[in-house]
């Protein structure tokens, strides 16, 4: 132990030498620019191998259901700040990675999973995109229209009853109680539903249990998109 807090002080003796130069320097170079960036990037190093900063590939060490490499998840959704970048790779400061940990705990939420549900959500919409504009329609930039042609235009498409839509989730949600989906399926906010996927037990699960799942949370997910759309306009006209 004696051992180690000599081996850390001559490191910050180190440190602080590097960073205000000799006493045969000129001032100027006993603070330039350079020994100040060298000695930041001196003293992460330290900091890193104390356990103060946690390497990104390491963060499932403090958050235990966190994937390989969240980082960047972590970041943008949860707006966290204290971490740098060394070379390639991201360092987080492990004290708020705990805070983090705890406050997810606090309101039951794993990690991993939510990962997956943004995940799914985002590509749940870019189905829908590609229903509504074909696959390379935007890429075709040659067109001819004949001079003849004119006049071609239909009334506006109004959205279904939303009562009907209502109606269908009520309908879905029925039928996840009836067939104890529970076991399969994960509803999240009570608008977008997920396939319990799991490798190892895939193949023992039963084809029509699965294909029934799986369609059950593609009508579940479509209807709650289209009650959505229909929310976010103000008009309450019927087709």
């Known amino acids: 132990m004696e051992d180690q807090i000599l081996k850390e002080i001559k490191e910050l003796r180190s440190l602080l030498s590097q960073l205000?130069?000799?006493?045969?320097?000129?001032?100027?170079?006993?603070?330039?620019?350079?020994?100040?960036?060298?000695?930041r990037a001196e003293f992460k190093k330290l900091s890193v191998e104390r356990g103060e900063w946690i390497p990104e590939h390491s963060i499932s060490s403090i958050i235990k259901k966190a994937p390989y490499s969240p980082g960047k998840f972590i970041i943008e959704k949860f707006g966290f700040t204290n971490f740098f970048v060394r070379g390639k790779s991201l360092y987080f400061n492990k004290k708020d990675l705990v805070a983090?940990?705890?406050?997810?705990?606090?309101?039951?939420?794993?990690?991993?999973?939510?990962?997956?549900?943004?995940?799914d959500q985002e590509k749940f919409k870019k189905y829908l995109e590609t229903t509504k504009d074909p696959k390379g329609a935007k890429k075709r930039q040659r067109f001819k229209i004949p001079d003849e042609l004119k006049d071609i235009d239909t009334l506006p498409y109004n959205h279904p009853p939303r009562e009907v839509v209502k109606k269908h989730i009520e309908t879905l949600l029925e039928e996840f109680n009836?067939?104890?989906?529970?076991?399969?399926?994960?509803?999240?906010?009570?608008?977008?539903?997920?396939?319990?996927?799991?490798?190892?037990f895939d193949r023992y699960v039963k084809p029509e249990i699965k294909k029934?799942?799986?369609?059950?949370?593609?009508?579940?997910?479509?209807?709650?998109?289209?009650?959505?759309?229909?929310?976010?306009?103000?008009?309450?006209?019927?087709?």
């Open 20 to 39: 205000i130069g000799t006493s045969d320097l000129p001032a100027k170079e006993k603070f330039s620019k350079e020994s100040i960036t060298k000695a």
């Open 100 to 119: 983090l940990k705890d406050e997810l705990k606090k309101r039951n939420i794993n990690l991993g999973r939510y990962i997956e549900l943004v995940e």
């Open 178 to 200: 009836a067939f104890k989906m529970a076991e399969y399926v994960d509803v999240y906010q009570n608008s977008h539903a997920m396939f319990k996927y799991i490798y190892y």
């Open 212 to 239: 029934r799942c799986e369609k059950w949370c593609f009508d579940f997910n479509y209807a709650n998109n289209a009650l959505s759309a229909i929310n976010k306009i103000k008009s309450d006209t019927n087709y």
